[in-house]
Structure formats: structure tokens, C-alpha cells
């Protein structure tokens, strides 16, 4: 702004100093000086400038001029208040010093001055509208919905289930694929839906009746067969012998190593409810062949370490079945 | 009858694995006497306890003999089936009825085929 300054002052002496010649004359050179003067502005000046700061520096310089000017002639004055009434008549009250810039630019470019004038004073308006419109706007703001997203990153198991998906041919009882509607929407959960500003983009949906529907059986027969068909589909063959060992354990094929005895066998019993069976045989007769054949069973039963205390007791109720079934018979004896 | 034996056969027939493992399946016995044999086999685990108890008091000295040929008759009142005498261990792959070993429960042909193949555990040829 100095070196503005200072040329403007060095032109007011050169103007002052030839007042007496032609007014036209000195008004071209003024005309040339004042197009130099812009060019070396825009030169001088740094990229990080606003055109609408130069064009303030600019009106600085040409009211400056006008004020030298204006006591040596009122012409250039006269122009000037008419622009301004003109321009505030449209509508919006444009910014004054706006408008008084465009008019120096106007007047400074050699084509007709009022046309350019009155061009650069819409383009001004046109963008004090579309900044209004977007300081009132702003519900959907493009950079909220941008901010949210970020790059998906697929998991492995994720990927493996989707290409396990591509690949799978069984086909349900109507012919139809199977569908992986639940495998997208548990994928999308997992990145949480719900954190974040919201967007007010869609009315919210009436959700209760679904809660209140999920919440009375959780375990449907379709969710097992489905998590059955996702557990055979997710199934790859055994890469290597410890992976095909890992699946026989499971399935039962393998036992468990190291290698437990009592595996399947929970018998809770202590040893003397195998050994002392006596108690069991009440309710045969205190004499007799078959209370003697009851007592080799019940010896023979004791010395068996192979079955349970149920079935041993199992064993002596079916002889007393047995034998009071029999009654008749054996009282005929 | 014939549909009790369909049946049977509906039943003989085991699913096959829905996963994708590359693994021998055995989904069919190999032929009808096998699949009686396997009748039998089941008849004889269900009675197993009861003929034992019913010949326990058969095969004693001390109850009178009346029980004993009470007991007799009702033993043999039984289904034929049940009794595992009628079992006849075949040879598993082939159900061959004579040359099975009862370690490897496969016939002498079907042993001799994997042992030279090198797919029998621990088993080489002999030479002395």
C-alpha cells in the first residue's frame, strides 16, 4: 500500500502541475496512469490477498485521487453518488464499500464504464444471495455425512464367510439360495450404526412391536437350522493332520489325550453302597432256597466293578419281581 | 412284512455328513445278511439281561426244578433272534462269513489287500 501511496501522491503533483494544460488531456493520462497503477498493484501484490481487499486498497487509492481531484474538477464526483443510489434502490443494501470498489474497477477498465459497473454489482448480489442461502441451509451438510464414513475393513472370518457364501450351492426346500441377509446385517452392526451425529435424513420408524415380538422366543427352530447350515457352510476341509485330529475329537472319534479312565462313567456312589447290598434284600423270605440263591447274587454283585448301583439294584428287583410272580407256584411246593 | 423290511433297510441307510470333508461315508450295509446280522446284534443287546437272569436261575442247584423248567420255558418263549448265539461275526467290508479276524473284524482277502498297501497299523509282512 505504501508504493500505492506514494505514485498516488506523485500523480496528484503531476496532475497538479498540469492543471492549466487540457483537461481531456490530463484526464487520459490520469486514465493510462491509473491502468498502470492497477497492473503493478496485482503484480506487487501477494497471492494471499482477497480480490475484495485489492479492490479496497484500490478505492482507497481512488478516493484519495478524487479527493485531489475534486478541487480542480466536479465531474468524476457527479458519477459517483448516482451509482450509489442507483444500486441501493435494487434490493439488498449491498456493502457500500463494495460497490465503491466496483465502481474503481469499473472505472478503471477502458469499455463502458457503467455497464461494467452495473455487471459487477449483480455478480456481487448473486453472491451475497447464495452465501445467505447456505448460512440459513446447513440441515444437511455434506461434510457431517462424509466426516462418518471411513474405510471398511473386512475381517478375515468376515471374508472367509462371504466367499464361503459365493461359493455355496445348497439350496433350500423351494430351490432358492440360501440368503446371507443376517450375516450383512450382523457385519454392519459390528461398525455400531448408532455412534455419531445424526443426519435427520429419514423419519425414524416405529420400532417396538419388533422388540416386544423378539424378546417371547429367542431360540426358534429356523435360528438353530440356520446356525447348523452356517456351521456346515464355514466348515473348511482339514488343513494339515492336527486340524483333522482337532475335528475326530470333537465328533467323538478320538479320545481325549491324556487318555481318562473314568470318561462317560459318573458313579457317585462310595464303595460300600456296592459292596453291602444286604439291605436290599428285605423283601425276600428270611429261609429258603431262594434267599440263599439272593445272597450268591448279591456276593456276585458286590465283586462287580463294572456296573452301577442303579443297575445293581435294578438286578435284585427284577429277581424279587421275578419270584412274587411266581408265589403261586412256589407255595405249591 | 415287506414294509417292516424296508424299513429296516430306510433305517440301515445312515445320513450322509453335510460337511464339505473329504472323507469315506458309509451309507448302505453291504448285503441283506449283513443287515440281518445287524438285526440280531441289536435283538441281543435289548435281551441281554433278562436271558442272563433267566438262565442264571436255570443253571443253579439249589432252586427247585419246577422254577428251573418254568424258567426254561420262558427263555425259549423269547424272540428267536435274541439270543446271541445266532451272531455271526462277518467280516465288516465284505461280509464274508469265514476267514475273519476278530481284531481287525475284515476278512483274510480284504486284511491281506491293505496290509500290502501299507494301510494297516503296525502290521508287516513276516519274515524269519
Redesign the interface.
Known amino acids: 500500500t505504501s508504493s500505492v501511496l506514494s505514485k498516488d501522491k506523485d500523480k496528484s503533483a503531476a496532475s497538479k502541475d498540469s492543471t492549466p494544460e487540457g483537461a481531456a488531456k490530463r484526464q487520459e493520462d490520469g486514465a493510462e496512469k491509473r491502468k498502470q497503477q492497477l497492473l503493478d498493484i496485482i503484480g506487487n501484490m501477494k497471492v494471499e490477498v482477497s480480490y475484495r481487499k485489492k479492490l479496497q486498497q484500490l478505492k482507497a487509492s481512488e478516493n484519495k485521487k478524487q479527493a485531489m481531484n475534486k478541487l480542480e474538477g466536479p465531474d468524476s464526483e457527479g458519477s459517483m453518488p448516482h451509482g450509489i443510489t442507483e444500486d441501493t434502490q435494487r434490493g439488498k443494501p449491498l456493502n457500500p464499500e463494495l460497490v465503491k470498489a466496483a465502481s474503481a474497477v469499473a472505472s478503471s477498465l477502458p469499455s463502458n464504464k457503467k455497464q461494467t459497473e452495473s455487471e459487477l454489482l449483480a455478480q456481487l448480489r448473486r453472491h451475497e444471495e447464495t452465501t445467505d442461502k447456505q448460512k440459513k441451509g446447513g440441515i444437511i451438510n455434506i461434510r457431517n455425512v462424509i466426516s462418518e464414513m471411513t474405510i471398511k475393513r473386512q475381517s478375515p472370518a468376515q471374508r472367509a464367510a462371504r466367499i464361503s457364501g459365493r461359493i455355496s450351492l445348497q439350496l433350500d426346500e423351494d430351490g432358492q439360495r440360501i440368503r446371507r441377509e443376517r450375516s450383512s446385517a450382523q457385519s454392519v452392526d459390528s461398525r455400531s450404526l448408532k455412534v455419531g451425529k445424526r443426519l435427520n435424513i429419514f423419519t425414524k420408524a416405529s420400532t417396538e412391536p419388533e422388540h416386544a415380538l423378539k424378546t417371547v422366543s429367542s431360540p426358534t427352530i429356523w435360528d438353530l437350522e440356520f446356525a447348523k447350515e452356517v456351521a456346515a457352510v464355514t466348515a473348511q476341509p482339514p488343513r494339515n493332520g492336527f486340524e483333522e485330529m482337532i475335528q475326530w475329537t470333537k465328533e467323538g472319534i478320538l479320545w481325549e489325550f491324556p487318555i481318562d479312565n473314568e470318561v462317560g462313567m459318573e458313579d457317585d456312589a462310595e464303595f460300600h453302597e456296592h459292596v453291602f447290598l444286604e439291605k436290599h434284600l428285605e423283601g425276600f423270605p428270611k429261609e429258603g432256597p431262594i434267599r440263599h440263591f439272593m445272597e450268591l447274587v448279591i456276593c456276585g454283585l458286590s465283586k462287580n466293578p463294572y456296573l452301577s448301583v442303579k443297575q445293581k439294584v435294578e438286578h435284585i428287583e427284577w429277581f424279587q419281581k421275578y419270584f412274587e410272580e411266581k408265589k403261586e407256584l412256589l407255595q405249591e411246593i | 412284512m415287506a414294509a417292516a423290511a424296508l424299513c429296516w433297510a430306510l433305517r440301515a441307510v445312515r445320513q450322509v455328513l ?5 472323507r469315506q461315508v458309509r451309507s448302505y450295509y453291504v448285503d441283506w445278511r449283513m443287515l440281518r446280522d445287524v438285526k440280531r446284534r441289536r435283538m441281543a443287546y435289548e435281551y441281554a ?1 433278562e436271558r442272563l ?1 433267566i438262565n ?2 436255570r443253571k ?1 442247584a ?3 426244578k ?2 428251573q423248567e ?1 424258567a426254561d420255558k420262558e427263555i425259549a418263549a423269547l424272540p428267536r433272534d435274541s439270543c446271541p448265539v445266532r451272531i455271526r461275526n462277518r467280516c465288516v467290508l465284505t461280509s464274508r462269513p469265514r476267514g475273519v479276524k476278530r481284531r481287525w473284524r475284515l476278512s483274510r482277502i480284504v486284511f491281506r489287500h491293505f496290509a500290502d498297501h501299507a494301510q494297516m497299523s503296525g502290521v508287516q509282512r513276516a519274515m524269519w
Open positions: 453335510p460337511s464339505p470333508c473329504p439281561d437272569r442264571a436261575l443253579n439249589i432252586l427247585p419246577e422254577l418254568v
